[in-house]
């Protein structure tokens, strides 16, 4: 019986592994989402591009662009589920479009909008590795949906403070598609959030994602009603 003690032990172990993967998805997944509704103002900077946009987020995931700088002013994006939309002035229907498409200069809608780790993927793994001499936990993630394009995640997240570093999205041939940095968190409301993120595609494209001027609530749920009733 003693002989197969470890092996029990193992077992024992590893509905808590998966747990605690959860665990540090939910974690990760707060900072960029603090609170179930909020609003907040992004800044994307690339070479030769920079824009600003508000976003709004409610509660189901929903999320809504609303463009600042000059060039985008009057222009919206919403994503309702996996479905993405935009809204142009001057034009009484919106045009349907895809969350991989580049809306935003080098990043995609759907990098911008939201990333929520915890509602999109499962967690396959979870092991220890240093991240440049960094404790770090080691999640392989695997999409939950077709609609994800990236079909794997690898994800890093320091030990300590439970903070994502890295991650690495692929797709289903296991083709890296796009690698993204993750800046540290400030405080906002007596709550941890991101600051921002730095997304780099193969070819050397790079684009930072700055957040700023968070509000917790104050989110209608008209502003995600599309015109004419389009879903």
Not at 70 to 97: H, T
Not at 183 to 198: K, Y
Request: net charge positive; hydrophobic share 45%.
């Amino acid at each position: 019986m003693r002989l197969w003690r470890p092996a029990a032990l193992l077992l024992a172990a590893l509905p808590l592994l998966a747990q605690s993967g959860e665990e540090i998805l939910a974690k990760v997944d707060r900072l960029r989402h603090p609170w179930p509704a909020f609003t907040m103002e992004l800044t994307l900077k690339a070479v030769g591009a920079s824009q600003r946009w508000k976003v709004s987020a409610r509660e189901n995931g929903d999320a809504r662009l609303d463009g600042l700088s000059e060039k985008e002013k009057g222009r919206a994006v919403l994503l309702l589920g996996d479905q993405m939309w935009l809204l142009l002035p001057g034009s009484k229907r919106p045009l349907k479009v895809t969350p991989q498409q580049r809306l935003m200069g080098p990043a995609a809608g759907g990098d911008v909008a939201r990333t929520r780790f915890r509602e999109d993927y499962t967690v396959r793994t979870l092991a220890e590795e240093n991240l440049d001499g960094q404790a770090c936990w080691r999640l392989d993630l695997a999409a939950k949906r077709p609609a994800l394009s990236a079909r794997q995640v690898v994800l890093w997240v320091a030990r300590e403070g439970t903070l994502p570093l890295k991650a690495e999205f692929r797709m289903a041939s296991g083709k890296l598609a796009r690698t993204a940095q993750f800046g540290p968190p400030v405080q906002v409301h007596g709550q941890a959030v991101l600051s921002r993120m730095t997304l780099e595609e193969p070819s050397g494209a790079r684009a930072e994602l700055v957040f700023g001027a968070w509000t917790r609530g104050g989110v209608e749920a008209s502003v995600f009603e599309l015109p004419n009733g389009d879903r």
